[in-house]
C-alpha cells in the first residue's frame, strides 16, 4: 500500500515512511493511496471471527510490504486486548463503550497500534537513531500514547498540553511516567499545541536532530485502526438485531467529534464496504464542521473552552480526509453525515437527566453524542443509533458528580496515579519557545 499527501505535492510513500514521518513534506496528511474493498463473503464471515482475526485482516493491506503477517497479528492482538461492550440506554440509543482500555479512553487502540508498529520498525534502524514522537492532546491522547510508548525502546515522546484545560486524571495520566515520556504543559490551547507540533515537522534542522513523527490522529498509524470499534460494534449489533433472512436495523453512528479523527475513520470502513448507516458528527460549541454543513462556507475560529473539553478543537485536521473519501463532493457529504452542536448547559442537563431516567453515568463527551442522537432520532423516529461513549466519566470528575450528584467511584486501574507527583515543564504557547526548550534545555 501506497501513502499519498493531501496536499498534493509530495512522492508516495509507504506505510513505514507515513507512520514515522506523520506528515508529508508539503504539509498535507498522508492518504492511503486506495481504499481496501471487502468483499460480500468477507463481510458476512466478519460477523463471528474473533476480535484478533478480525483487527488483522482489517489493517493488513494498509501496512502490507511493511509489517510480515506473524508480527501484524502480534500487534493487534496487543492492540485490542480489552472489551468494547455495546450497552443499550434506550430503545434507540446504544454506547459503544471504549473505555475499557489501560487509559480508560478510546484512544487507547490508535496509541497500542502506533507504539507497537514503531517498536517493530526500529528494529531495523541504525543503532542510536532514536525516534522523537511529538503529541499535541486536547485531553486522552497524551495519556494514551504516554501508556502505549512506554518504555518502547529507540523511541522518546514528547506530549504537549494545554494548561488548565485537561482534568486531573487525563493530566496524571500525562505527567506521571517518566522514563521516555516528557509533559509540557502549554500556556494555551489545544490548537496552539497542535500548531507547534505541526511547524516542528516542518523544520528541517528540528528533523533532522530527533527523527521527529507525531501521534496525533494526523498520523495513518493512529487513525486507520480506530476502524476497528466500528467493525466490533456492528459484530455486536447483527448479533442483537439480524433476524432469520439476515436483515437489521440501519447502524447509524453518532461520534463526538473535535479533530474529526474517529468518525473519519468510521467512514473509511464504510467506504471499505462495512454496512454502516447514517454517521452523526456530535459537536460541542467549537461547531466549525456543523457550520459548514448547514453553509457550504468552511470557517474556522478560535477553540472555545467546553466541558467536553477533548473535543476543543476549532480547525479539525482530519476534515480533509473525510472530503477526500467523499471526492470533495458536497452535496455526498450532507448526504453521508449531518453534525449538530451542544452547549454546556444541554451537556450537564443531559448527563443528570440520563443517570436519573437511564441508570446510565455519561461523560461529558457521552453527553455531547446522546443529546445529538436525541435531535437526530426526532427527525428519523424509526431510526436506531450507537453513541461513542469515548471516556471513562471518572476522568471528568467535577462536570459528571455535580450532574448526577454522586461521588463516581475510581477504577482500581488507576488508583494508583493519585500517589504519584505531577512533574511536567511549563512553555509558552508559540513555536520558537519550543523550538529553544528543543536545542537547550531538552
Same mark, same amino acid.
Given at each position: ?6 496536499g498534493?505535492?509530495?512522492? @508516495?510513500?509507504d ?9 508529508? +513534506?508539503?504539509?498535507?496528511?498522508? *492518504? ?16 463471528? !471471527? ?12 494498509? $501496512? ?10 502480534? !500487534?493487534?492482538?496487543?492492540? &485490542? ?24 479512553? *478510546? ?9 507497537r508498529?514503531?517498536?517493530y520498525?526500529?528494529k ?10 511529538? $503529541?499535541?492532546?486536547?485531553g486522552?491522547?497524551?495519556?494514551? /500514547? ?39 504543559? $502549554?500556556? =494555551?490551547s ?7 507540533v ?35 460494534a456492528?459484530?455486536?449489533? #447483527? ?9 437489521? %436495523? ?5 461520534? +463526538?467529534?473535535?479533530? *474529526?479523527?474517529? &468518525? ?10 462495512? +454496512?454502516?448507516?447514517?454517521f452523526?458528527?456530535?459537536c460541542n460549541?467549537n461547531? $466549525? #464542521?456543523t457550520r ?21 478543537? =476549532?480547525? +479539525?485536521? @482530519? ?22 452542536? !451542544? ?10 437527566? #440520563? ?12 453527553a ?6 436525541e !435531535?437526530?432520532?426526532?427527525?428519523? %423516529?424509526q431510526?436506531?443509533?450507537? &453513541?461513542l461513549?469515548?471516556?471513562?466519566p /471518572? ?12 461521588? &463516581? ?6 488508583? *494508583?496515579?493519585?500517589?504519584k ?22
Open positions: 500500500m501506497q501513502y499519498y499527501s493531501l498534493k505535492n509530495s512522492p @508516495n510513500v506505510f513505514r515512511t507515513a507512520a514515522i514521518t506523520g506528515q508529508a +513534506p508539503d504539509k498535507g496528511l498522508y *492518504f492511503p493511496s486506495t481504499i481496501p474493498k471487502f468483499t460480500a463473503a468477507q463481510i458476512e464471515r466478519f460477523k463471528t !471471527i474473533d476480535k484478533a482475526t478480525l483487527a488483522f485482516e482489517v489493517m493488513k493491506p494498509y $501496512v502490507a510490504g511493511t509489517i510480515d503477517d506473524a508480527s501484524l497479528k502480534e !500487534i493487534c492482538a496487543e492492540t &485490542i486486548h480489552f472489551d468494547f461492550p455495546l450497552v443499550p440506554i434506550t430503545e434507540d440509543i446504544l454506547s459503544l463503550e471504549l473505555f475499557h482500555g489501560p487509559t480508560l479512553a *478510546f484512544k487507547d487502540v490508535g496509541a497500542r497500534f502506533m507504539s508498529c514503531l517498536g520498525f526500529s531495523d534502524k541504525k543503532a542510536n537513531k532514536t525516534t522523537t514522537v511529538l $503529541v499535541a492532546t486536547s486522552d491522547t497524551g495519556g494514551a /500514547v504516554a501508556n502505549g510508548f512506554l518504555g518502547v525502546e529507540g523511541v522518546n515522546v514528547i506530549i504537549l498540553y494545554p494548561k488548565g484545560k485537561v482534568s486531573p486524571i487525563q493530566e496524571l495520566q500525562l505527567t506521571t511516567c517518566g522514563q521516555n515520556i516528557t509533559a509540557l504543559e $502549554v500556556e =494555551g489545544f490548537d496552539d499545541c497542535q500548531a507547534i505541526k511547524e516542528a515537522f516542518m523544520d528541517a534542522a528540528l528533523n533532522a536532530q530527533f527523527n521527529l513523527t507525531s501521534a496525533n490522529s494526523i498520523n495513518v498509524a493512529r487513525w486507520l485502526p480506530q476502524q476497528l470499534y466500528y467493525f466490533f456492528w459484530q455486536q449489533w #447483527v448479533a442483537k438485531y439480524q433476524d432469520a433472512l439476515g436483515n437489521y %436495523p440501519a447502524m447509524n453512528m453518532v461520534v +463526538p467529534s473535535g479533530n *474529526f479523527g474517529n &468518525i473519519c475513520a468510521g467512514m473509511m470502513a464504510k467506504a471499505s464496504g462495512l +454496512p454502516l448507516g447514517h452523526i458528527a456530535a460549541a461547531d $466549525v #464542521v459548514y454543513l448547514a453553509t457550504e462556507k468552511y470557517e474556522v475560529r478560535q477553540a472555545i473552552a467546553t466541558v467536553s473539553n477533548a473535543m476543543d478543537v =476549532g480547525n +479539525p485536521s @482530519n476534515f480533509v480526509r473525510i472530503m477526500e473519501i467523499l471526492e470533495n463532493n458536497f452535496p455526498a457529504l450532507t448526504n453521508a453525515l449531518s453534525s449538530y452542536s !451542544i452547549d454546556d448547559t444541554n451537556t450537564k442537563s443531559t448527563i443528570a437527566r #440520563v443517570y436519573k431516567t437511564n441508570n446510565y453515568t455519561l461523560d461529558p463527551h457521552g455531547v453524542a446522546f443529546a445529538a442522537a !435531535i437526530y432520532l426526532a427527525n428519523h %423516529p431510526a436506531k443509533t450507537i &453513541i461513549e469515548t471516556a471513562h /471518572v476522568k471528568f470528575p467535577e462536570v459528571v458528580e455535580e450532574a448526577i450528584g454522586e461521588k &463516581i467511584a475510581i477504577p482500581a486501574s488507576v488508583e *494508583f496515579l493519585f500517589d507527583e505531577k512533574i511536567s515543564i511549563p512553555l509558552a504557547a508559540n513555536f520558537a519557545a519550543f523550538k529553544n526548550w528543543m536545542k537547550e534545555g531538552k
